[in-house]
C-alpha cells in the first residue's frame, strides 16, 4: 500500500495563528483535490519538518529558503512563493529584523561587538545567515560576538533579547509582523536596530520527483487558493497577499549572501 500524501505548514504555525492556519490548509486540500490529489483531512504537524521535506510521499510543504538552497537542494521542486504584508517584505522577498534589547547597549550594529548573539536554528536564512550577512563588513574576519547561543525558534530568540539574556538578534519579518499583532508586550522590549538582506521568502514545495504535469496542477491550486474569497480571511490572518511563481534560480541570491559573506573573511556566525 502506497503511502498517504504528506501535507504540512510548519513555517509560520503560531499559536494565535492556528485557527487561521487550518482554515488556509483546508481550503488550499479543497483546491488540491479539485485538482486530482488526494491530501490528508487535516495537516500533519510532525514537530520535525527536516523528516517532511525529505519524506517520498511529500504533496505539499513550506521550507526556509537556506534548506532549499542547502540541504535539500535538487531534492525539493518549488512551487511558489508568498507575498507577505508585513514590514520588510517587497513583492516575493522577505528580510530579517533586526533587533536588541530597548533601552539596551546595543543600539547599532557596530555596538554589538563583543556582545551576545542568539540565532533560532544554524540553517536559518533569517535568523542565522542574516545576522551573518550584516556583520560580516564589521567583523574584519574576525570573530565579531562573545558568544552565540541557538534558541530554537524565532518567539524564542525575541524572548532572550527582551530579557537580557542575549543581546542581538534577526528575527524573520513575517514572525516579527504576526507576533508584534498577536502580543504586542513581546515586541515591547525590543528595539529594531538594523535589517537583514532582501531575499526570496519561504517557499512552498514538492518533492522533487514529481512530474511535471502535476506541477502545473499543484501550482494552478496554489493560485487559485489565493484568490478564493471564502479564504479571505485565513489569508488575511497569515499576513499571505497572493503567490508569486518564480524561478528556482531566484533562490540563488541566498547563496550570494553567504558568498559575500565569506569573502569578507566571516566564514562563520562568531
Not at 525575541?158 to 504586542?184: E, H, N, P, S
Not at 536596530?193 to 496542477?217: C, D, F, K, N, Q
Request: charged residues 20%; positive net charge.
Amino acid at each position: 500500500m502506497s503511502k498517504a500524501p504528506l501535507f504540512s505548514l510548519p513555517m509560520y504555525d503560531l499559536p494565535e495563528v492556528r485557527e487561521a492556519t487550518d482554515a488556509w490548509a483546508a481550503g488550499l486540500a479543497r483546491r488540491l483535490r479539485a485538482a486530482g490529489f488526494a491530501p490528508p483531512g487535516a495537516l500533519v504537524r510532525s514537530g520535525d519538518c527536516t523528516n517532511d521535506w525529505r519524506d517520498p510521499a511529500l504533496l505539499l510543504t513550506q521550507t526556509c529558503g537556506y534548506p532549499y538552497t542547502h540541504a535539500f537542494a535538487g531534492r525539493l521542486r518549488l512551487l511558489a512563493t508568498p507575498v507577505y504584508a508585513a514590514e520588510g517584505c517587497s513583492a516575493a522577498d522577505y528580510s530579517s529584523v533586526i533587533v536588541a534589547r530597548a533601552g539596551g547597549p546595543v543600539r547599532t550594529l557596530a555596538e554589538a561587538r563583543g556582545r551576545r548573539a542568539v540565532y533560532n536554528t544554524a540553517d536559518s536564512m533569517s535568523g542565522h545567515l542574516a545576522l551573518r550577512a550584516v556583520v560580516a563588513p564589521l567583523a574584519g574576519g574576525r570573530a565579531f560576538f562573545a558568544s552565540v547561543a541557538e534558541s530554537g525558534g524565532h518567539v524564542r530568540s525575541m524572548a532572550m533579547v527582551a530579557a537580557g539574556d542575549a543581546d542581538i538578534a534577526a528575527i524573520d519579518a513575517v514572525t516579527f509582523a504576526l507576533v508584534k499583532r498577536a502580543r504586542a508586550e513581546a515586541v515591547a522590549g525590543l528595539a529594531v536596530i538594523g535589517r537583514g538582506p532582501s531575499v526570496p521568502g519561504l517557499p512552498y514545495v514538492t518533492a522533487m520527483h514529481r512530474p511535471p504535469a502535476e506541477i502545473v496542477r499543484l501550482k494552478r491550486a496554489l493560485a487559485e487558493a489565493a484568490a478564493d474569497p471564502a479564504l479571505r480571511a485565513a489569508r488575511a490572518a497569515l499576513l499571505i497577499e497572493r503567490f508569486e511563481f518564480l524561478p528556482p534560480e531566484e533562490y540563488r541570491r541566498i547563496l550570494e549572501v553567504e558568498a559575500r559573506a565569506e569573502a569578507l573573511g566571516y566564514t562563520a556566525l562568531i
